[in-house]
T-cell receptor
Framework: AQRVTQPEKLLSVFKGAPVELKCNYSYSGSPELFWYVQYSRQRLQLLLRHISRESIKGFTADLNKGETSFHLKKPFAQEEDSAMYYCALVQGAQKLVFGQGTRLTINP | SQTIHQWPATLVQPVGSPLSLECTVEGTSNPNLYWYRQAAGRGLQLLFYSVGIGQISSEVPQNLSASRPQDRQFILSSKKLLLSDSGFYLC???????????FGPGTRLTVL
């Protein structure tokens, strides 16, 4: 069965430090993965998708099929990055399977 | 532009009472619609999804049901709420080959 695992429920780093939010998936085929973010008092929204291979707000995520991972990284964390982050895997035609989420806190 | 609405924003209900949460989408037609529950420590759990009027797929067996009486309306219901139904309920939509989902503001349900 397709599954997404985010091993860290909470992650706290200092401003300016690198941040990495881990995501591992299980999927027999070519996966399609997303990172969603929910800032305080805002709606859950798409941050980035692996097929775009883009950097959004300084974040990047590389799909590693060998390690079945899609970790989200940013070299220098900012206070406004504090949020809840979800990794998601496309299942079937239009469904998404979400991980448990990681609450990221950036300390000043 | 497309927008998605949910109401009510918050709801406190006694155990055993009925439930009706509504979600509507504007600015698009024939969207795929989704209901999720967001619980602390359990992430986002897909409850139901619909690819068209009257078409509902249930992802997990539970005390809830969903209906899609109109193209852009998705309703989450229960005949008798349980304590375990408490949580944050999110509605989402997408369309076509773009798998990105757009989420509503959510409804915080507390069952006492």
């Amino acid at each position: 069965a397709q599954r997404v695992t985010q091993p860290e429920k909470l992650l706290s780093v200092f401003k300016g430090a690198p941040v990495e939010l881990k995501c591992n998936y299980s999927y027999s085929g070519s996966p399609e993965l997303f990172w969603y973010v929910q800032y305080s008092r805002q709606r859950l929204q798409l941050l980035l998708r692996h097929i775009s291979r883009e950097s959004i707000k300084g974040f990047t995520a590389d799909l590693n099929k060998g390690e079945t991972s899609f970790h989200l990284k940013k070299p220098f964390a900012q206070e406004e990055d504090s949020a809840m982050y979800y990794c998601a895997l496309v299942q079937g035609a239009q469904k998404l399977v979400f991980g448990q989420g990681t609450r990221l806190t950036i300390n000043p | 532009s497309q927008t998605i609405h949910q109401w009510p924003a918050t709801l406190v209900q006694p155990v055993g009472s009925p439930l009706s949460l509504e979600c509507t989408v504007e600015g698009t037609s024939n969207p795929n619609l989704y209901w999720y529950r967001q619980a602390a420590g359990r992430g986002l759990q897909l409850l139901f999804y619909s690819v068209g009027i009257g078409q509902i797929s249930s992802e997990v067996p539970q005390n809830l049901s969903a209906s899609r009486p109109q193209d852009r309306q998705f309703i989450l219901s229960s005949k008798k709420l349980l304590l375990s139904d408490s949580g944050f309920y999110l509605c989402a939509w997408n369309r076509g080959v773009n798998k990105e989902q757009f989420f509503g503001p959510g409804t915080r349900l507390t069952v006492l």
